[in-house]
């Protein structure tokens, strides 16, 4: 009966996405129904932006925001942890604070390490946690977070995955991340559009990182690279073009499910797809298909949350952000003059 319940919640929730998305991408019927609640919105985010704008707390470390201006995925979490590593790589002693979004815990913030539940801290802190191996912690009170931190780690610059609305949040420095797809959609704030913000704020981020190509001067592209599948199960890894015109299935509960979907298209995977809302909450059921002998992929996000209840056909593909060195000199240039 639960998971009934479940997937009935879960099927009225990819109608209205796909509806909202039709308005926001596609230009489709419905936004003028919506306007309304866009103004009503836009008049509430002043409010908290001139509210917090003048009352933010000091740091004793500098804070970098990786966040959006869109709902929806656009890299952050890889761009974040990209950041992180490169960081460490120049010398520094990083951190990483996070929504711990989809996390059940009962107090916060919480510490996140590889071997974490993501049921209780979000699938997102926990992947930061292994692919980083910095201290993270997660929870929605970030200035509660960073005091946890510097009580307790020894670091001099502080990652933030996503909080650019959370305006108490103090920073230094602002990375703005835009899908090269679908960028900025129709150009409305919520609900009528999907910017959380208005254009302009783009205006006040210190560097603009487009998740594919971009043909902006003043903007640096993103790629995701990965071409290896690694069992669940086992740990094996196999190149994903030994499966080339395999039929398999594909489910993500991430927020461009297309992306991903797309990629592994264009390796020769014949696929099946399975679409859930982001963040999703996997259970054993959702991996269970008529056809059970054949593959099922994922994105590494996912597999976090999938790992208790992993059989041997279960793989993930892990994929790598990269970016052109003009973007690791410019931030190393921030950083200095801060």
């Known amino acids: 009966m639960a ?16 509806w909202l998305e039709n308005i926001w991408y596609n230009d489709g019927s419905g936004r003028f129904i919506l306007m309304p609640l866009t103004v009503l919105y836009c008049a509430v985010n002043s409010f908290q932006r001139y509210k917090y704008s003048n009352n933010k707390a000091q740091t004793s470390c500098p804070i970098i925001v990786v966040g959006n201006i869109t709902v929806g995925g656009t890299g952050k979490t890889p761009l974040t942890i990209y950041i992180v590593k490169l960081l ?45 191996q910095v201290p993270v912690y997660a929870g929605a009170d970030r200035l509660k977070s960073i005091e946890q931190l510097t009580q307790h780690h020894d670091c001099d610059v502080i990652v933030s995955d996503d909080g650019m609305q959370h305006y108490k949040l103090p920073r230094d420095i602002q990375i703005a991340v835009i899908d090269g797809e679908r960028q900025l959609g129709n150009g409305y704030c919520l609900p009528a559009g999907p910017l959380r913000e208005k254009k302009k704020r783009l205006n006040a981020c210190d560097l603009i990182v487009v998740n594919g190509k971009s043909d902006h001067k003043n903007w640096y592209s993103m790629r995701f690279e990965g071409d290896v599948l690694v069992n669940l199960l086992t740990a094996e890894e196999k190149p994903l073009a030994q499966f080339v015109r395999k039929k398999c299935h594909a489910l993500t509960g991430i927020g461009n499910p297309q ?40 994105t590494e996000k996912d597999a976090v949350k999938c790992r208790d209840f992993a059989r041997e056909n279960h793989w993930y593909l892990p ?20």
Request: charged share 25%; with cysteine; aromatic share 8%.
């Open 3 to 18: 998971n009934s319940r479940a997937n009935k919640n879960h099927k009225n929730t990819s109608k209205l996405q796909q």
């Open 88 to 132: 460490q790589k120049t010398g520094y002693k990083p951190a990483i604070i996070t929504r711990g979004y989809g996390g059940k815990a009962t107090t916060w913030p919480q510490s996140v390490n590889a071997k974490s539940n993501p049921q209780l801290v979000g699938d997102e802190a926990v992947l930061m946690a292994s692919q980083t």
């Open 259 to 298: 992306r991903f979907f797309s990629n592994l298209k264009k390796q020769g995977l014949e696929l099946i797809t399975h679409s859930f809302p982001d963040h999703h909450d996997f259970i054993k059921a959702d991996l269970v298909f008529d056809d059970n002998d054949k593959m099922v992929i994922m």
């Open 319 to 338: 994929v790598t952000a990269k970016l052109d060195c003009a973007f690791d000199e410019q931030l190393r240039i921030l950083l200095e003059s801060l």
